[in-house]
């Protein structure tokens, strides 16, 4: 596979650190179970998983029944959502490059007959070509290397099939204010803390990288891919610290997540967006 030897090419020259900031994440158990508690709950990270939920539940009301790929699956919080909403509809693989992770989606899909779960990057998927009915990447392509995961998912979805992408919004003033000032400050005062006594505060390096709308429509093209809606979601004028408070007696957002979404003015304000494209059928 072309895509394949391309990502490892790219982490070998220069992407080796993030790849590694990336893997430390979600070494354990317990790292992904914390991270499947982030859901619930009230906080910003609750709110932006919510709304997230909402859209790709919005995105496969049009999806062909049969066989979805759930790329960079996590505990299995959407695995466990589609075999719950969409009982028969589909038959549900899950992949995550994290054993932890694949390890507690099992756990949460055990006793479930439509479900297989794989250790797998999105970079070198060992599926077959034009296998899948249905691809979400949800929250997974800021991890890696985009390019060659867009590929790799063109690779497996069935000409016609539908592709379903979540991506961080780079240009949304939570993520500037979050990246640029908000972080920085908690490291800083994480390293003065450290030479007075045990440091309070801390933020690893994520190894993050979003992309902007435009560009991702671009790229998705240039796999195949024909780009047919985008909506961005977790609208907030909000940012970080000031959303964590507010956010603790503010929470319509839970029973209306739809209002947490937009296409029109607001969009600007959403701190992520989805976007679905259709496999070219000539591919």
Not at 56 to 67: W, Y
């Amino acid at each position: 596979m072309a895509s394949s030897k391309t990502a490892r090419a790219n982490r070998g020259s220069g992407g080796a650190a993030r790849d590694a900031a990336v893997a430390a994440q979600y070494l354990t158990l317990d790292d992904a179970t914390r991270y499947a508690a982030s859901y619930e709950g009230w906080r910003p990270a609750a709110r932006y998983f919510c709304s997230r939920l909402h859209v790709v539940d919005e995105a496969l009301r049009a999806a062909p029944h049969g066989r979805l790929l759930d790329v960079g699956c996590g505990p299995g919080m959407l695995v466990r959502r589609v075999l719950d909403i969409h009982p028969g509809e589909f038959q549900v693989t899950g992949c995550d490059r994290s054993p932890a992770m694949i390890e507690a989606a099992t756990a949460l899909t055990k006793g479930s007959d439509d479900v297989e779960l794989r250790v797998a990057r999105v970079e070198e998927m060992p599926f077959p070509d034009k296998h899948f009915d249905v691809v979400v990447a949800m929250g997974v392509l800021e991890y890696t290397d985009a390019d060659s995961g867009l590929r790799e998912i063109a690779r497996v979805v069935r000409p016609g099939g539908l592709v379903v992408v979540t991506m961080l919004n780079p240009l949304s003033p939570y993520r500037l204010v979050e990246w640029f000032v908000y972080w920085p400050l908690v490291r800083v005062l994480g390293r003065v803390e450290g030479l007075f006594g045990e440091p309070r505060h801390a933020a690893d390096v994520s190894g993050i990288r979003a992309i902007r709308l435009a560009r991702l429509r671009r790229m998705m093209r240039d796999t195949g891919l024909r780009p047919e809606d985008a909506v961005h979601y977790d609208v907030t004028p909000l940012v970080p610290p000031l959303d964590r408070p507010i956010r603790r007696w503010s929470r319509k957002w839970r029973d209306h997540p739809e209002k947490t979404v937009s296409r029109g003015a607001r969009r600007w304000l959403g701190t992520a967006y989805l976007v679905t494209a259709r496999r070219e059928e000539h591919a």
